[in-house]
């Protein structure tokens, strides 16, 4: 165990100065308790120093619980972009406390219920309508089984993205100023739009709100992030697949998640 870290964010700063406040030998182990961007970066410390050291992951927000914290990814970010340098390094254990969540400030909580409302419609199940201890357990359970399926993330795991490619063009386009949870709330209403489907489960559980940025922004990211391809996650009967769409299609489904 060696964490003294109080960390901010996951820039190659705080990785560095990680690295050097953690002086363990091979067979130590990292600690990360905390949020996401707590875990993302200890457990990249972890998966680089000594080219490698084990470590353990005590998720404490919502978003961790459910989502960062589970299926080995560990990443810092860069100006240029987020995540951009990582590995997959999974934890050799996830020690989770819902009771931990009683703490967290509405708008974290908002965060994490957008990655649950996502897997409840990934699962085929109302998965939001549970108390906290459960709906843990079990969207936990649902992305560690599919991240298993997929540890290095080439086929199943794409499911994971349903609704973020239109929440990511809509983050960068506001600066990241726009909280990742609402983003995603809308990606997921275009989402479903696009797959035909009822749009209820996200309008009744995180009333996502149009936001105002620049469309052709907007539009740019989306792009970017796409590499050319439109390939979008859609959810059908069977579960979810990507399918790629007509450029208008994608195009109005944003615009329509944009006010002003
Ligand atoms: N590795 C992955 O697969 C994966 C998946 C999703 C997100 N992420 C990453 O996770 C990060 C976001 O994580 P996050 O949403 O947990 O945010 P966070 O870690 O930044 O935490 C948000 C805030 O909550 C506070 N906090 C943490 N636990 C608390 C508690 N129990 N009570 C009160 N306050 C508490 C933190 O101090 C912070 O101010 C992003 O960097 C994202 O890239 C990684
Ligand atoms: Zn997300």
């Not at 990934?122 to 309508?129: D, K, N, R, T, V």
């Not at 469309?215 to 859609?234: C, P, T």
Request: hydrophobic share 45%; glycine share 10%.
């Amino acid at each position: 165990l060696a964490s003294t870290h109080t960390a901010l964010g996951k820039g190659a700063d705080d990785l560095e100065r990680l690295w050097r406040s953690l002086g363990l030998d091979r067979a130590g182990t990292v600690v990360a308790l905390g949020g996401g961007t707590t875990t993302d970066l200890a457990g990249f410390a972890a998966a680089t120093y000594m080219r490698g050291v084990e470590w353990v992951a005590v998720p404490t927000t919502l978003v961790g619980q459910v989502d960062a914290a589970i299926g080995g990814k560990t990443a810092i970010d860069l100006p240029e972009a987020k995540n951009l340098v990582g590995a997959f390094h999974w934890p050799a254990r996830t020690v989770i406390d819902p009771a931990l969540l009683a703490t967290l400030q509405a708008s974290e909580r908002a965060n994490g219920m957008a990655e649950v409302v996502k897997t409840g419609l990934l699962a085929g199940e109302a998965l939001w309508e549970f108390a906290d201890e459960e709906l843990v357990r079990r969207c936990a359970a649902y992305k560690a089984a599919l991240c298993l399926r997929d540890p290095h993330d080439l086929g199943p795991r794409h499911a994971l993205n349903l609704g973020h490619t239109f929440g990511h063009a809509l983050e960068a386009a506001s600066g990241y100023e726009l909280p990742h949870g609402r983003a995603v709330a809308l990606g997921l209403l275009a989402a479903l739009r696009l797959s035909g489907r009822d749009t209820a489960p996200v309008v009744d559980v995180l009333s996502p709100e149009p936001v105002r940025v620049d469309r052709d922004r907007a539009w740019e990211a989306l792009l970017r992030d796409k590499k050319g391809r439109l390939r979008i996650v859609l959810l059908g009967a069977g579960g979810a697949r990507e399918e790629e769409l007509p450029e208008a299609e994608v195009r109005a489904a944003l615009d329509a998640l944009i006010s002003g």
